[in-house]
């Protein structure tokens, strides 16, 4: 068996649990790791050229054309990684991970990202290894994977990064609260003793969890005509604007259909009774989706579950948790939310 991008592997994925689990819990121990908020890449390398797909097997080769110079160059032998494509950015002393800027990567025009590798290069942080100099390494348990890839990238120099790792979890814990300063996103929890399995759960990732109370400003119809589809959702800044922050969607059928009679008083109409619609910003993933939303009387009130932000945007679709009838719109600020403490990227990568 040999791993190429003409048949590209699915990356090993993590299940969600609320706190970073005990060694003793995991037979054969865990490795710690911080949590990349990037794109999830496999990278293959021949020997000679370089191609990059993305965790649902998209290829990503032509957008990142700094870092295929990069590992084509720097990568002693023919291999396969597991790793994340991430973007820094900020003041020095300052770093940070920079989703949005990241996002501008995936560009359709190629002088457009010509100009981009420039101006905002990426990097790529490896954390597993999968073939190295045709040993597939998939059957081999992640304490050897891992060893194979300190001794890869042992002189590896930016953009080109291996992942932090540690096998203390006080030491992880702390990288929970430190590292989110630095635009980091949890931490993966990995069972030394595990093979590599693609497409399945078989790491833990502990995200933060927090809540905030939002104004509900409007709603988006199912994209089956009928019932809500998703939620949007509001906070008051210094001016007493009301700002959208992002929405939420998983919804029962049931449940859709009964939320648009629910919230029907609440919905806003012109002077002829028809009714108004309000329209998000249009991005580059937005293609020709239809962003207009029914815009509702800013009344009720939403408990809702958020890992963090982006900017003034929750960088996630929330999770709706309850009504909050107790709260009136206009104490539902950005003040609420809980900023985390600055932390230089520098700090983190290696």
């Given at each position: 068996m040999?791993?190429?991008?003409a048949?590209?592997?699915?990356?090993?994925?993590?299940?969600?649990v609320?706190?970073?689990?005990?060694?003793?819990?995991?037979?054969?121990?865990?490795?710690?790791?911080?949590?990349?908020?990037?794109?999830?890449?496999?990278?293959?390398?021949?020997?000679t050229?370089?191609e990059?797909t993305?965790?649902?097997?998209?290829?990503?080769?032509?957008?990142?054309?700094?870092?295929v110079?990069?590992?084509?160059?720097?990568?002693?032998?023919?291999?396969?990684?597991?790793?994340?494509?991430?973007?820094?950015?900020?003041?020095?002393?300052?770093?940070h991970?920079?989703?949005?800027?990241?996002?501008?990567?995936?560009?359709?025009?190629?002088?457009?990202?010509?100009?981009l590798?420039?101006?905002?290069?990426?990097?790529f942080?490896?954390?597993?290894?999968?073939?190295?100099?045709?040993?597939?390494?998939l059957?081999?348990?992640?304490?050897?994977r891992?060893?194979?890839?300190?001794?890869?990238?042992?002189?590896?120099?930016?953009?080109?990064?291996?992942?932090?790792a540690?096998?203390?979890?006080?030491?992880?814990?702390?990288?929970?609260?430190?590292?989110?300063?630095?635009?980091l996103?949890?931490?993966?929890?990995?069972?030394?003793?595990?093979?590599?399995?693609?497409?399945?759960?078989?790491?833990f990732?502990?995200k933060?969890?927090r809540?905030?109370d939002?104004?509900l400003?409007g709603?988006?119809v199912h994209?089956?005509?009928?019932?809500?589809?998703?939620?949007?959702?509001?906070?008051?800044?210094?001016?007493?604007?009301?700002?959208?922050?992002?929405?939420?969607?998983?919804?029962?059928?049931?449940?859709?259909l009964?939320?648009?009679?629910?919230?029907?008083?609440?919905?806003?109409?012109?002077?002829?009774?028809?009714?108004?619609?309000?329209?998000t910003?249009?991005s580059?993933f937005?293609?020709?989706?239809?962003?207009?939303?029914?815009?509702l009387?800013?009344?009720?009130?939403?408990?809702?579950?958020?890992?963090?932000?982006?900017?003034?945007?929750?960088?996630?679709?929330?999770?709706f948790?309850?009504w909050?009838?107790?709260?009136?719109?206009?104490?539902?600020?950005?003040?609420q939310?809980?900023r985390?403490?600055?932390?230089?990227?520098?700090?983190?990568?290696?």
């Open positions: 040999h791993l190429d991008s048949s590209p592997i699915s990356p090993m994925l993590a299940k969600a609320d706190g970073i689990p005990e060694p003793s819990k995991v037979e054969g121990g865990l490795l710690y790791e911080p949590k990349w908020d990037g794109f999830r890449a496999i990278v293959y390398f021949d020997g050229d370089v990059v993305s965790r649902g097997s998209k290829p990503l080769t032509r957008y990142f054309p700094e870092l110079d990069a590992l084509a160059t720097q990568l002693p032998v023919a291999c396969v990684l597991d790793g994340e494509i991430v973007l820094r950015s900020g003041a020095a002393g300052r770093e991970l920079d989703w949005e800027a990241l996002s501008q990567r995936i560009h359709p025009a190629a002088t457009r990202i010509a100009s590798s420039v101006e905002t290069p990426a990097s942080v490896a954390f597993d290894l999968l073939e190295a100099d045709d040993r597939m390494l059957d081999q348990p992640f304490s050897v891992r060893e194979a890839l300190e001794i890869l990238l042992s002189d590896a120099v930016a953009p080109l990064h291996i992942t932090q540690t096998r203390d979890v006080e030491t992880a814990r702390r990288w929970l609260v430190e590292f989110e300063g630095a635009g996103d949890g931490v993966i929890s990995k069972p030394l003793d595990a093979s590599y399995s693609p497409g399945k759960r078989v790491m990732k502990t933060h969890s809540t905030a939002v104004v400003l709603y988006r994209k089956s005509g009928s019932g809500l589809g998703s939620m949007l959702f509001g906070l008051y800044d210094a001016d007493g604007e009301l700002r959208n922050v992002g929405g939420a969607s998983a919804f029962s059928d049931a449940r859709r009964a939320l648009v009679d629910e919230l029907a008083p609440l919905v806003v109409t012109d002077a002829e009774g028809n009714t108004v619609k309000g329209a910003e249009r580059r937005s293609g020709g989706k239809d962003v207009s939303f029914v815009a009387e800013p009344a009720r009130i939403v408990e809702v579950r958020y890992d963090q932000m982006e900017g003034s945007r929750f960088r996630h679709t929330v999770q948790d309850r909050r009838p107790d709260r009136e719109a206009t104490s539902c600020t950005f003040d939310l809980e985390p403490i600055a932390y230089d990227l520098n700090e983190v990568l290696l």
